[in-house]
């Protein structure tokens, strides 16, 4: 609560405005009611010609047009709020993500960032929208309405005084007892929103394997979950309404026969006073009641507005940068390195040094730290203790622009956006350097395959790579790196889960990658590991040893092992 207060006292002069609009609705609703009760005195009570009431239906008509036009106000000032807060929140949230967006790019699900930056926003939503105008017309409003009440009879004033409370209270109550559940459903929300965006981009594969059944059986029961949270959120809902309307009506029931008690019993007040709080206490009950619905609605948004604080908030470590430029083909050296993440994993005791042009494989078993220490490497991470050298100097002497010009990192899955091949190896629309791309192409072994597309490389490919196998995304992702002309390479397992004829044809494209370049590669393959100037054995969150194969085969009983299962199974 006190977060979304925090960007909604941004916006003073909304909501200031919406202060003084609503004190307009309240003295609007005053002449209102005052006007009425005329109107009916002069016809009813002092048979006065109907032309006596002009003045006062004028003012009725005009209190009238005030109020809409002034709820109508409130309205759009509370739109306003909602987008202002909703456009600072989105923007706070992107630059926080471009602080370090390689690293964030490596975290999480993509599903779950997508909807983080839209949905759950969104939510936010009701309650600068709804909430925030309402709990300010609901202060000033009643409390308008009830120093009527007061200067008219004191008695009435103090039966709204004590009945009013029991309707917020009531919102309190049920919202304590939906805050979780609130929470829950957002959460499952979040969860199922990002399954089902990375579900549909890996439909092609999910149902190359034969994993279709399962992940729509998963989908289902996290529907089914939702579905779940959102009906009991609904009874709780419906429940609290009835007790609402109950409170409002034993409450102008209260009004009314204390009222009835000083007009017959006592005949202490006339029929105008009368009238006029009768007239008053649904108004005063009503704009309560409102704050009530408005806090409903505003309780959805807290569970989003948590998630969102807890990102916003999380510390990040953005790698360091200086301003020093780079020899071609620097050396690259962690000296006493660790890197944790939050209280669980951790590396430690990193000591590497890649010269260049250098092969070095980075091997060990699943779950060790293989890719988070090529991250490291890259520049993706920064290291929690001890310092990254480049060509001997500290990283953070180090311009950033100069490293990731010299650098190519080929993953697993490499990203295509919609466009052109040529536009893929580029990796921007628009003209191209047609001769350095066929250079690349031929480089990358894609010469055959482009020459079978309608347009060469100029044929367009879906965002993501649709319509191309695993093994053409990882060729045209090395063609990037021909065409840039990069010095240092790093590869995430780039074979894994391709067919052995195309792995064969991918391994000689980085052999041939590899003549005069540094390569750093997560390797699970022999003949990768053989080809290696050093491999580094990554485990028990350290590097346990470090050699070459024949050097390792002798001193590591894990290696010797690893490479016994690769010899039968073609992996390590």
């Known amino acids: 609560m006190v977060w979304l207060q925090k960007w909604a006292m941004r916006q003073k002069g909304v909501l200031v405005g919406n202060a003084i609009f609503s004190i307009c609705i309240g003295l609007a609703i005053i002449a209102q009611s005052y006007a009425i009760v005329q109107v ?66 490596v975290k999480g699900q993509t599903g779950s960032k997508v909807t983080m930056l839209i949905e759950m926003i969104d939510q936010l939503e009701s309650y600068y ?172 948004s807290m569970a989003a507005a948590e998630i969102l604080e807890e990102e916003l908030e999380r510390p990040i470590e953005p790698v360091k940068w200086g301003t020093q430029p780079l020899e071609q083909q620097p050396s690259i050296e962690i000296k006493q390195g660790a890197f944790q993440y939050g209280d669980a994993f951790k590396l430690e005791q990193l000591n590497v040094k890649v010269p260049p042009n250098s092969r070095t494989a980075i091997v060990g078993p699943t779950g060790q730290g293989k890719t988070t220490l090529l991250n490291i490497l890259a520049g993706v991470y920064e290291l929690t203790e001890g310092h990254v050298k480049i060509d001997g100097k500290l990283r953070q002497e180090v311009s950033k622009d100069a490293w990731f010009e010299q650098i190519a990192y080929i993953s697993q899955h490499p990203y295509l956006f919609t466009g052109t091949i040529a536009e893929n190896i580029q990796m921007k629309k628009g003209a191209c350097d047609e001769v350095a791309i066929q250079r690349a192409i031929e480089q990358a072994q894609l010469g055959d395959w482009i020459a079978t597309l309608p347009n060469g490389m100029h044929t367009a490919v879906g965002e993501a790579g649709r319509g191309m196998s695993g093994g053409e995304k990882q060729r045209l992702a090395i063609a990037r790196a021909f065409y840039k002309q990069c010095t240092i390479v790093f590869f995430d397992e780039p074979t894994m889960g391709l067919d052995v004829q195309t792995e064969q044809l991918l391994q000689r494209v980085m052999d041939e990658l590899a003549q005069t370049r540094t390569v750093i590669t997560v390797a699970h393959r022999l003949h990768t590991i053989q080809q290696a100037d050093q491999i580094l054995l990554v485990h028990n969150g350290t590097i346990e040893q470090t050699g070459t194969h024949q050097e390792l085969l002798q001193k590591s009983a894990i290696y010797r092992e690893m490479v016994g299962g690769e010899r039968h199974e073609g992996t390590c």
Request: aromatic fraction near 10%; charge should be positive; include cysteine.
């Open 40 to 105: 009916v005195n002069e016809v009813f009570i002092k048979k006065s010609a109907f032309s006596a009431t002009f003045p006062y239906i004028a003012v009725l008509i005009g209190a009238i047009i005030i109020r809409v036009i002034c709820t109508s106000v409130n309205r759009q000032l509370g739109v306003r709020l909602s987008t202002n807060v909703k456009k600072h929140v989105r923007q706070s949230l992107l630059k926080k993500w471009q602080q370090d967006p390689l690293q964030i790019s």
């Open 129 to 300: 929208r709804d909430y925030v105008p309402q709990v300010i017309q609901s202060m000033l409003v009643p409390f308008i309405l009830l120093i009527a009440v007061f200067m008219t009879h004191i008695y009435s004033g103090l039966i709204l005084l004590c009945t009013a409370p029991l309707i917020p209270v009531a919102y309190i109550i049920v919202g304590l007892q939906t805050q979780k559940k609130s929470e829950r459903q957002l959460k499952e929300l979040t969860f199922f929103s990002g399954k089902f965006l990375d579900l549909v981009q890996g439909l092609q594969t999910l149902k190359l394997f034969g994993q279709g059944k399962q992940q729509r059986e998963e989908l289902a029961e996290n529907n089914r979950a939702f579905q779940t949270s959102t009906m009991s959120i609904l009874k709780v809902a419906f429940a609290s309404t009835f007790f609402i309307e109950l409170v409002v009506t034993l409450g102008i029931g209260l009004v009314a026969i204390e009222i009835a008690y000083q007009m017959i019993t006592f005949e202490t007040m006339t029929f105008a006073p009368a009238f006029f709080i009768l007239a008053i206490a649904p108004e005063f009950y009503n704009a309560i009641k409102d704050l009530g619905s408005a806090f409903h609605s505003g309780r959805g």
